[in-house]
């Protein structure tokens, strides 16, 4: 893993090694062993390590034989060995090192840009073309590895981080209202927007080519559902096991030390234990948990640690560790508000006091059917068909009973659930996805920010997705809308983020493109069976194997005990940031609205409480940022 950034002069004046270190030197984070520098005329590229595989020879900027290419690489590409034979084989390549980054340069002389398509793993990566005076800028399928460009009228940029690309001179800090709109309905901001309006992000399975000033984008990559497999139920299974097995192994490739998180899931535990079959010692693993007993995980963990006999690290996030807020805005570098991003980081910093790698199971619910949400959209489908005025006062008799403790009383479900199920059914998905309804918006926005927004609708992002997957059987357009929006856009953000700001890599098996290609050819029903079995194939193959108290649990969520928090220890704290002079003075919520929000919190007449985290985290990174 590593931090990459690059600036290309449109008129041709010198760039600033001075400009260009600073600019690097904001990502040490990313790479604290090892930085480089290009810089010719024009063009400069920047590069911090975090050093992984051939750690003496993986020095970049990268050059081919001629130094005709150079190349800045933050990833891994796990077949890079078999690559490497494969162009050797050729006669027309000579290698330097025995890194995974050369093998890049040589199959960009093969296919040029199309080479991302003979890559498999996590990248994104900068290639600069003397001869053709071309920028080739790539990131990988799933959006594993961040990329953001600015194309200004002097010079074109590009980097990791964002944060990088404000040292620039040129990037105004001029705020994309539309990006804050986004956020607050889904918690991040989706690609290509960012924050500000002079910064772009390169989308997940995406190039750019710039040449002559002029930029060319190409989606490379489109997952399939169809055709459904030809395998039988037992020998998809089969298949599923040997591919997952075989993508943990290649992702346990490095030349440093090694672990994994095991939050006691099912993803996490067959990660876990398909690396402890592969390992010739105890697989290192770490969890999280709270003090609050229904939102810890802990227990399924050490059961899983027992099972498979790993050497087993556990910490404790508790209130008084909100304290590192302020740090967590200047990392995400723009509003991010999915809160398990606090725990994301403190297992990540645990971590990486044992190992450099860790591989975790992000991907498994996306591709095989795991979230609660599937089941409620082929219930609600169903019932959609009961007259209107039955459905409401359904609703209305629900809205009498207490919330409970949510998100996971089973009330405050029951409520949702229910809301949900008054709306048309094309809309059922993205209602379920939103923070911030439309309505709820309203209330909330100055004049001075509807104003900004009023041209845009946040809704047609999912939408546009749910009507582009359609046709696909069963709950595989929810699949397909997860692993375009939230999957790449949310929490690979999230986990990318909160590992490097720690100095380690994560690598997730179940993101394997091959993997997920395979799993996406099952039949919706061996993922959602019935209405109640969730991941049922995977249940299925891996029961008897995985301890019987993970494979029959339900799905659990990462986040923080927010609703406890903020009418606990929390409360004079988010009040106070909320209804600051400071937080007001910036023209975008009304201060009725916000008193309403905290007060309905307050009394549990309504859970507000992951609409006030997203509100929090927007004002700290203003304080951050802007301030």
């Known amino acids: 893993m590593c931090g990459v950034c690059g600036i290309v002069n449109k008129s041709n004046q010198p760039v600033s090694l001075e400009l260009l270190q600073d600019m690097t030197r904001t990502m040490r984070h990313r790479g604290p062993d090892d930085e480089g520098f290009y810089s010719r005329q024009n063009v400069g590229l920047g590069f911090q390590r975090l050093s992984i595989i051939d750690l003496s020879g993986g020095h970049q900027p990268m050059s081919n034989e001629d130094d005709s290419l150079w190349i800045v690489f933050n990833g891994e590409i796990y077949n890079f060995q078999s690559l490497r034979e494969e162009l050797e084989k050729t006669g027309r390549h000579r290698f330097k090192t025995h890194s995974d980054t050369e093998i890049i340069l040589h199959l960009y002389e093969e296919h040029s840009e199309a080479c991302v398509e003979r890559l498999r793993g996590m990248f994104a990566f900068a290639i600069w073309d003397i001869k053709n005076q071309t920028l080739f800028l790539a990131r990988d399928r799933f959006g594993k590895k961040p990329l953001v460009y600015a194309d200004l009228s002097n010079s074109f940029l590009f980097s990791s981080e964002l944060k990088c690309l404000l040292k620039h001179p040129d990037v105004r800090k001029d705020i994309d209202y539309t990006a804050i709109d986004h956020y607050l309905t889904y918690q991040y901001i989706p690609s290509p927007m960012t924050i500000f309006k002079s910064v772009r992000k390169l989308p997940p399975a995406h190039t750019l080519t710039w040449k002559a000033g002029k930029t060319t984008l190409r989606h490379y990559w489109e997952l399939k559902y169809l055709p459904k497999t030809t395998l039988t139920f037992q020998e998809a299974g089969q298949a599923m096991a040997a591919k997952l097995k075989e993508a943990t192994k290649l992702r346990m490739i490095a030349d440093v030390p090694l672990g994994a998180f095991l939050s006691g899931g099912r993803d996490s535990s067959a990660v876990v234990g398909m690396m402890s079959e592969l390992s010739p010692r105890p697989v290192k693993t770490f969890s999280i948990g709270f003090e609050e007993a229904e939102f810890s995980e802990l227990n399924y963990a050490r059961a899983v640690a027992r099972h498979f006999h790993t050497d087993h690290q556990e910490f404790i996030v ?257 009040e106070g940031t909320l209804l600051s002079d400071k937080a007001l003075s910036r023209g975008l919520f009304q201060k009725p609205a916000l008193e309403l929000l905290l007060a309905e919190n307050r009394t549990l007449k309504k859970d507000h409480s992951y609409r006030l985290w997203a509100l929090l985290m927007l004002e700290q990174w203003y304080q951050v940022y802007m301030d």
Request: charged residues 20%; proline residues 7%.
């Open 318 to 574: 508790k209130s008084e560790t909100i304290d590192i807020l302020p740090k967590l805005a200047w990392f995400y570098s723009e509003p991010f508000a999915d809160s398990s991003a606090v725990p994301s980081y403190y297992v990540s910093k645990m971590t990486r006091q044992h190992v450099t790698v860790a591989l975790n199971g992000d991907g498994g619910d996306e591709t095989l059917g795991g979230y609660q949400r599937y089941q409620a959209m082929k219930f609600m489908l169903l019932w959609s068909k009961v007259p209107r005025p039955v459905r409401q006062a359904f609703y209305r008799s629900l809205t009498l009973l207490p919330d409970g403790t949510p998100p996971f009383s089973f009330t405050w479900r029951l409520k949702r659930l229910f809301r949900l199920g008054l709306d048309d059914p094309r809309t059922l998905y993205l209602d379920a996805l939103c923070y911030f309804h439309e309505s709820q918006k309203q209330d909330l926005y100055t004049p001075f920010l509807k104003e900004q927004v009023q041209n845009i609708s946040a809704p047609d992002y999912i939408l546009s997705l749910l009507n582009r997957s359609q046709s696909l059987p069963g709950i595989d357009p929810f699949l397909y809308t997860d692993l375009r929006s939230y999957l790449p856009e949310c929490l690979m953000v999230k986990m990318d983020i909160a590992s490097m700001a720690n100095s380690l890599e994560t690598r997730s098996p179940f993101l394997d493109h091959e993997f997920v290609e395979l799993t996406a050819t099952f039949p919706s029903s061996w993922k959602l069976h019935g209405l109640f079995h969730l991941k049922y194939i995977f249940d299925k193959t891996f029961k008897g194997w995985l301890p019987d108290e993970v494979i029959t649990r339900g799905k659990q969520g990462f986040g923080l005990p927010m609703s406890r928090w903020f009418r606990g220890n929390l409360r004079n704290y988010l």
